[in-house]
């Protein structure tokens, strides 16, 4: 079985841009939660999608957002960059969210560079 | 204070030592997941636990509820145990994990 996928695996924007992430989870895994790593804050939750569906979201500015896809497939996006938006933004998927279903698998994660 | 503090946060270990990495948390949780991160970037996942102890290879994982303590324990390491390990808990079946900050294990030959 295919592990979590994401792409693009590295970027480099300017500020003021905006970006779109993708990630395909494991097949039959229907969450997927999205994390931000930076060297200062280290890893942080960002937002968590069941079912098309936005279940919790993080402390992160209304610039961060995010959705999933019928297929389980999501996608988030940052609009106008900052600086220190500059990251490795990691998705990861598990079966469900509930009891010991909840074992989330991580992709390798897309590194952001905003210059 | 941060809700969930890893101790050591640097390790070096020779290679064959017997290694343990501690995670204390503050709030109520439904599960606490170690995680292995090699320079590079990529995550995994080593253990889910909510009590008990788990086994897997070399790896032992060992969790007390009512102290909010886990362990993560590494026996007959070995340099390519050299990664980042992260304690994270999820607070009540969310999948929003909260993460530790890590330890830094270098194991040398």
């Known amino acids: 079985k295919a592990g979590v996928t994401q792409t693009p695996r590295y970027l480099i924007k300017t500020r003021g841009q905006q970006v779109t992430l993708s990630c395909s989870p494991i097949?039959?895994?229907?969450?997927v939660s999205w994390y931000q790593q930076t060297p200062g804050q280290g890893l942080q939750f960002l937002f968590e999608y069941f079912s098309e569906t936005q279940r919790n979201k993080g402390n992160f500015p209304g610039r961060f957002s995010g959705r999933q896809f019928s297929n389980s497939r999501s996608e988030m996006n940052v609009s106008t960059l900052e600086l220190g938006d500059s990251a490795l933004y990691l998705c990861?998927?598990?079966?469900?969210?509930?009891?010991?279903?909840?074992?989330?698998?991580f992709g390798p994660g897309t590194r952001l560079t905003v210059l | 204070k941060n809700e969930v503090e890893q101790s050591p946060q640097n390790l070096t270990a020779q290679e064959g030592e017997f290694i343990t990495i501690n995670c204390s948390y503050s709030v109520g949780i439904s599960a606490l997941h170690w995680l292995q991160q090699h320079p590079g970037g990529g995550i995994v996942s080593l253990f889910m636990?909510?009590?008990g102890k788990k086994k897997h290879g070399r790896l032992i994982a060992t969790i007390n509820i009512q102290e909010k303590h886990s362990s993560l324990h590494i026996t007959a390491s070995h340099p390519r145990d050299s990664a980042v390990y992260i304690c994270?808990?999820?607070?009540?079946?969310?999948?929003?994990?909260?993460f530790g900050t890590g330890t830094l294990l270098a194991v040398q030959p």
């Open positions: 994270a808990v999820d607070l009540g079946a969310t999948n929003k994990l909260i």
């Open positions: 990861a998927s598990s079966f469900s969210h509930r009891g010991p279903y909840n074992e989330q698998f």
């Open positions: 636990l909510s009590s």
């Open positions: 097949s039959g895994h229907r969450s």
